[in-house]
């Protein structure tokens, strides 16, 4: 017991300090992660893979992790981006999909590319930024919380 105990201490401080220091496309990767695995719990359920209870169930424990990895984005100067559980910011979906966007022009080697750096902490991982600004972009959520 002390073993798991003492990881989950280390996974958390490790989880702590990514939140706090990784470079803003780290971030980034990691809420498109999370919200593509929201996107295929919802297409489950709608195609009767799941019930609703275990979609519920699943749904909430990701979005767990989204509201946290949301949250630390007020670091990149987004204005309150969690407004509520599993209620995100329009500055939040603002930004998210100006990196979304940026994301879907680039190859799967340029983004395997660039995972590296963030993960290696190279500091020319910041020159690979969308053009302009999050501010003016749509604000479309990516996903909606209720299957219909």
Sequence with gaps: MPKTAA?????????KEFLLNAPEVSLFMACLG???????LEAAFIQCESTRPDFQDKANAVLAHLNETVDATERF????????????????????????????????RQI?????????????????RPENHWVTYRHTPAFTLVPT
């Design 7 to 15: 990881k989950s201490k280390v996974e958390i401080e490790q989880k």
């Design 34 to 40: 999370l919200v593509n695995e929201l996107r295929g």
């Design 112 to 128: 395997g590319d660039i995972a590296r750096q963030a993960r290696e902490r190279v500091p020319t991982v910041n020159d690979y």
């Design 77 to 108: 100067d987004i204005v309150m981006p969690v407004m509520g559980y599993g209620q995100f910011s329009p500055f939040f979906w603002r930004w998210f999909n100006w990196w979304n966007d940026y994301f879907k022009g680039l190859t799967l």
